[in-house]
């Protein structure tokens, strides 16, 4: 889209170490499912904006959004990042060590669930959330965050219009069907103040009450 385009090239310039990651991503035969450059420097500029010093993000990759996200914060920041394969987690430490940042991100591998059930048993907290994992758990990541969030802590959470797929109400398919509950779930809860922002795919933003 034209619109898009304009946007990225104003807004969201890729510096080197972020372009070659969806090459990196076609050779190791890795999806492309990275968030685009707009939700990157959105999410930059919530976390900054937020005053964010952890920031624990479900689902690496290849370390795009991971990037984006330190980049935002202080020397001191911290992000936290649930990655269930360790070829993903692998190439993700390799691109965030390329950009300088091997210092504030830590990259936890296995199973997203157990990983935060033992952070909510020892009472971690955190100021920011990016969920960008497997959709049917969606609802299960955002009950987690929740319990994780520190006062006013803001969760984001991508791809919530799931291409489209949210429209059709005929499509049942477990991806939609959880995201459509998941909408409806950050919209009407009471601990929450939301919206979906309609860049990329749809990327919801919430604020945790105190």
Known sequence: MREQEYVRSLFAPEDEVLQNIAPG?????????S???????????LAGLSGAKRV????????????WLARALSENGQVVSLELKEEHAEFAR??????????????????????????VQSQEKFDFF????????????????IKLASPNAVIAADNLFQHGRI????????????IRQFNRQIADDPRL??????IGDGLGVCRVKK
């Not at 991503?25 to 499912?33: E, S, Y």
């Not at 624990?56 to 795009?64: F, N």
């Not at 103040?193 to 309609?198: A, N, R, V, Y």
């Open 56 to 67: 624990l993000e479900i689902g690496a990759l290849g370390g795009y959004s991971t990037i």
């Open 193 to 198: 103040e939301s919206i979906i922002l309609t």
């Open 35 to 45: 968030v685009p450059p707009e939700v990157g420097k959105t999410l930059h500029l």
């Open 25 to 33: 991503l076609d050779r190791r035969g890795m999806p492309q499912i």
């Open 130 to 145: 990016f969920i960008d994992a497997d959709k049917p758990n969606y609802p299960y990541y955002l009950e987690q965050a």
């Open 167 to 178: 429209f059709d109400e005929s499509d049942q398919g477990p991806s939609p069907t959880t």
């Open 94 to 119: 390799e691109n965030v060590a390329k950009a300088g940042l091997a210092d504030r991100v830590t990259i936890i591998v296995g199973d997203a669930k157990e990983s935060l059930e033992k952070m």
